[in-house]
T-cell receptor, first 112, second 113 residues
Framework: GQQLNQSPQSMFIQEGEDVSMNCTSS?????WLWYKQDPGEGPVLLIA?????ELTSNGRLTAQFGITRKDSFLNISASIPSDVGIYFC????????????FGTGTKLQVIP | DAGVTQSPTHLIKTRGQQVTLRCSPI?????VSWYQQVLGQGPQFIFQ???????GRGNFPDRFSARQFPNYSSELNVNALLLGDSALYLC????????????FGEGSRLTVL
């Protein structure tokens, strides 16, 4: 099935550094979302974006819905050890049902 | 408040067997979706149910089926298991039926030998 392309695939950063990750799609989405998954758990929603060009923050997290509606980015500022995990972008199209297409994931490791 | 609960958490089956996975949504959520997550990949959409009716189906064979009960809980059934069905099966619930804001359970880890 289709998956969105995320980059980078993985990254090691020092605690306190800022992080940026991207997601691109060949399809247009009406909603872009970012989820985080910790080992042994299901994904947890971090941010949802509903309008092209929208920039939304949630604490140290900032995400943007690309103007073309085919991309999004997530920034994490001043990383801390609990930011470790796998971050998934996801897109959803309207149409009366709830199919969400997930990206390939970015694995983040924070070095204390 | 209880989150999405799934059972069993882990199970091992052999090829050709059948499996049933169960999910209880967050109280008040009427929409339940199922996703398959193969190791190292993102979740893939299998089904969405809302008010006991199938609202959407992903690109999975007919060996996969699901249903939703009057209390909004759901079951996912997979028949004639293949090695490639080994994965984490995630259930997600939502208050709304057409947004991407999903609340996931911890999943059922299926291993097919």
């Amino acid at each position: 099935g289709q998956q969105l392309n995320q980059s980078p695939q993985s990254m090691f950063i020092q605690e306190g550094e800022d992080v940026s990750m991207n997601c691109t799609s060949s399809s247009i989405f009406n909603t872009w979302l970012w989820y985080k998954q910790d080992p042994g758990e299901g994904p947890v929603l971090l941010i949802a974006l509903y309008k092209a060009g929208e920039l939304t923050s949630n604490g140290r997290l900032t995400a943007q819905f690309g103007i073309t509606r085919k991309d999004s980015f997530l920034n994490i500022s001043a990383s801390i050890p609990s930011d470790v995990g796998i971050y998934f972008c996801a897109g959803q199209s309207s149409g009366g049902y709830q199919k969400v297409t997930f990206g390939t994931g970015t694995k983040l490791q924070v070095i204390p | 408040d209880a989150g999405v609960t799934q059972s069993p958490t882990h199970l091992i089956k052999t090829r050709g067997q059948q499996v049933t996975l169960r999910c209880s949504p967050i109280s008040g959520h009427k929409s339940v979706s199922w996703y398959q997550q193969v190791l190292g990949q993102g979740p893939q959409f299998i089904f969405q149910y809302y008010e006991k009716e199938e609202r959407g189906r992903g690109n999975f064979p007919d060996r996969f089926s699901a249903r939703q009960f009057p209390n909004y809980s759901s079951e996912l059934n997979v028949n004639a298991l293949l090695l490639g069905d080994s994965a984490l099966y995630l259930c997600a619930s939502s208050f709304f039926t057409d947004t991407g804001e999903l609340f996931f359970g911890e999943g059922s880890r299926l291993t097919v030998l």
